[in-house]
C-alpha cells in the first residue's frame, strides 16, 4: 500500500509554484456544501448552462454509426474540419487561411499553452492584459516567460489603452495576449481600439499576438473584430477559438489556432508529443457545428443579452456595486472595494477572497475573487445561469450584504 504522505521536495518547482484554479476551488469548496444537503447556487464558472444543440449531437452520432472514425486522427486535426474552421474564418472574420495554419487542439486552453510554449523562451516577456483569465499568467509561468501586466481601468470598461501597451514594449517582449470578448470583464475591443493596437505593434516585428477569442459568438456589440484581420499583424497574430462557449460544448473540449504555417506546425510539434488529435468524435460534433443550423448560437447569444439586461437591474439595487455593462461573454466584474473593512459583528471584509467566501458561507452563492484575475477589487459573476437562480442569488446577495456595516 503506498504512502499518502509525499515530500514536498520531490513536487518539481514549477509546479509547486502554480496556483490553483481559483474558479476550480470555489467549485470545490461549494461542492462541500451539497454534500452537506446545503443549495449553492454557483455563479463562478465559466460554462454555459445550455445543452450542446441536437444537431451537434447527432452530428456525433451520425460519425460513430458510420464506424470510419475510431483510429487516431491526423494531430492538427482531421483536414475536412479545418478547412470548415477556413471557410468560418473567411466569413465571419474576413482573414484568409489554408488548412496547414490551422491546429485543432484539445480545448482553447491547449491551443494557448501549445502556442505559448512555442514562441516563449526562459526570460521572454509577456504583456498580459489584466484582468485576465486565470490560466494565462499559468501558462506564461510554465513556459518560463515573465508576465507583465497592462491594467485595464474599471472607467474605461477594464480595457487597457494602446499607450499602456507602447509604453509596456521593451526589448524582451515576446508575446501579447488578450481575450475579447474578455473573461473575466465582459468587456470588448472596438475596431477603432484594435487598430490603436495594431498601429503601435507594427514597428515591433519580434512580438507576436496571442488573440483569444473563443467568446466570439456572444458579442453583443454586433462588430467582432480581429487583430489578425489588420494586414500588419496579419504573420505575427496567432487567433485562439474553438466550440465550447459559443456553441455550448465545454465537454467535448475542442478548440483551434489560426496561424502563420510555421507557428501552426510548432503547435502541432508539441501537441504531437503531449496529447496527439483531439477526440475524433468530438471533432466531427465540431464540423457539424460550423457548417449546419447556426441559429441555435445566435438564439442562446440573445437569451444571454437578456440575462444580462437583468443582473444589470438587479445589480443596481445593491448599495456599493460599482460596475460597467458587459458588451459580450455572460460576466459581470462589478469593483466591491466599499465593502472592504465593513463587518457583520463576526466577519469582517478585507478583500475579495474575504467578500467571496463571506457570500458563499452566509448566502451560498458561488462567485470567484477578481485577485485571481489580476483585479483584487472586483468579483467575477456568470449569468449563464436560469433567470430563478440569477433572482434568488442576487436577492440573497442584497440580504447579506446589507448586514455588513
Keep these: 500500500m503506498s504512502s499518502t504522505v509525499?515530500?514536498?521536495?520531490?513536487?518539481?518547482?514549477?509546479?509547486?509554484?502554480?496556483?490553483?484554479?481559483?474558479?476550480?476551488?470555489?467549485?470545490?469548496?461549494?461542492?462541500?456544501?451539497?454534500?452537506?444537503?446545503?443549495?449553492?447556487?454557483?455563479?463562478s464558472l465559466g460554462e454555459p448552462d445550455f445543452?450542446?444543440?441536437?444537431?451537434?449531437?447527432?452530428?456525433?452520432?451520425?460519425?460513430?454509426?458510420?464506424?470510419?472514425?475510431?483510429s487516431y486522427p491526423p494531430v492538427?486535426?482531421?483536414?475536412?474540419?479545418?478547412?470548415?474552421?477556413?471557410?468560418?474564418?473567411?466569413r465571419d472574420n474576413k482573414i484568409n487561411y489554408t488548412p496547414d495554419q490551422i491546429v485543432v487542439s484539445n480545448g482553447a486552453k491547449q491551443s494557448i499553452a501549445n502556442a505559448m510554449f512555442s514562441l516563449v523562451d526562459p526570460g521572454d516577456e509577456v504583456i498580459v492584459y489584466a484582468p485576465y483569465w486565470v490560466s494565462y499568467a499559468a501558462i506564461v509561468q510554465l513556459a518560463e516567460g515573465v508576465p507583465v501586466y497592462l491594467d485595464g481601468s474599471i472607467d474605461n470598461d477594464f480595457k487597457a489603452t494602446a499607450q499602456q501597451l507602447k509604453e509596456a514594449i521593451t526589448p524582451r517582449t515576446k508575446v501579447v495576449i488578450y481575450s475579447s470578448p474578455s473573461n473575466p470583464t465582459g468587456s470588448v475591443f472596438s475596431a477603432d481600439e484594435m487598430a490603436e493596437m495594431a498601429e503601435v505593434l507594427a514597428p515591433h516585428p519580434h512580438i507576436y499576438v496571442i488573440a483569444d477569442e473563443i467568446?466570439?459568438?456572444?458579442?453583443?456589440?454586433?462588430?467582432?473584430?480581429?487583430?489578425?484581420?489588420?494586414?500588419?499583424?496579419?504573420?505575427?497574430?496567432?487567433?485562439?477559438?474553438?466550440?465550447?462557449?459559443?456553441?455550448?460544448?465545454t465537454g467535448?473540449?475542442?478548440?483551434?489556432?489560426?496561424?502563420?504555417?510555421?507557428?501552426?506546425?510548432?503547435?502541432?510539434?508539441?501537441?504531437?508529443?503531449?496529447?496527439?488529435?483531439?477526440?475524433?468524435?468530438?471533432?466531427?460534433?465540431a464540423l457539424t457545428a460550423l457548417t449546419e443550423d447556426l441559429e441555435p448560437t445566435y438564439a442562446m447569444t440573445r437569451e444571454y443579452l437578456r440575462r444580462r439586461d437583468l443582473?444589470?437591474?438587479?445589480l443596481k439595487e445593491?448599495?456599493?456595486?460599482?460596475?460597467?455593462?458587459?458588451?459580450?461573454?455572460?460576466?459581470?466584474?462589478?469593483?466591491?472595494?466599499?465593502?472592504?473593512?465593513?463587518?457583520?459583528?463576526?466577519?469582517t471584509i478585507h478583500n475579495s477572497d474575504d467578500f467571496c467566501m463571506y457570500l458563499l458561507d452566509?448566502?451560498?452563492?458561488?462567485?470567484?475573487?477578481?485577485?485571481a484575475f489580476g483585479a483584487p477589487n472586483c468579483v467575477r459573476i456568470s449569468y449563464a445561469a436560469s433567470e430563478e437562480n440569477l433572482r434568488e442569488a442576487i436577492n440573497r446577495i442584497k440580504q447579506v450584504l446589507s448586514r455588513l456595516a
Design 6 to 43: 509525499v515530500p514536498a521536495d520531490q513536487i518539481s518547482q514549477r509546479i509547486s509554484n502554480l496556483a490553483e484554479s481559483a474558479t476550480l476551488a470555489m467549485a470545490a469548496k461549494a461542492r462541500e456544501y451539497r454534500a452537506q444537503g446545503i443549495e449553492v447556487i454557483a455563479l
Design 318 to 347: 445593491i448599495p456599493g456595486i460599482r460596475t460597467p455593462l458587459p458588451q459580450g461573454a455572460f460576466y459581470f466584474f462589478p469593483d466591491i472595494s466599499e465593502y472592504f473593512g465593513k463587518s457583520d459583528g463576526t466577519t
Design 252 to 285: 467535448w473540449r475542442v478548440g483551434y489556432i489560426a496561424a502563420p504555417t510555421w507557428i501552426a506546425k510548432a503547435c502541432s510539434k508539441m501537441q504531437g508529443q503531449i496529447t496527439s488529435a483531439n477526440c475524433s468524435i468530438a471533432q466531427r460534433a
Design 51 to 70: 445543452k450542446t444543440p441536437a444537431h451537434i449531437c447527432e452530428g456525433a452520432k451520425r460519425a460513430i454509426d458510420e464506424g470510419k472514425y475510431f
Design 311 to 314: 443582473v444589470m437591474e438587479l
Design 362 to 371: 452566509e448566502a451560498h452563492v458561488a462567485l470567484v475573487t477578481g485577485a
Design 76 to 90: 492538427n486535426g482531421y483536414l475536412d474540419l479545418r478547412e470548415a474552421i477556413c471557410q468560418k474564418l473567411e
Design 215 to 249: 467568446y466570439e459568438y456572444i458579442n453583443y456589440t454586433g462588430n467582432h473584430v480581429s487583430l489578425a484581420a489588420f494586414p500588419e499583424m496579419y504573420d505575427r497574430t496567432i487567433t485562439v477559438n474553438g466550440f465550447a462557449k459559443g456553441f455550448a460544448m
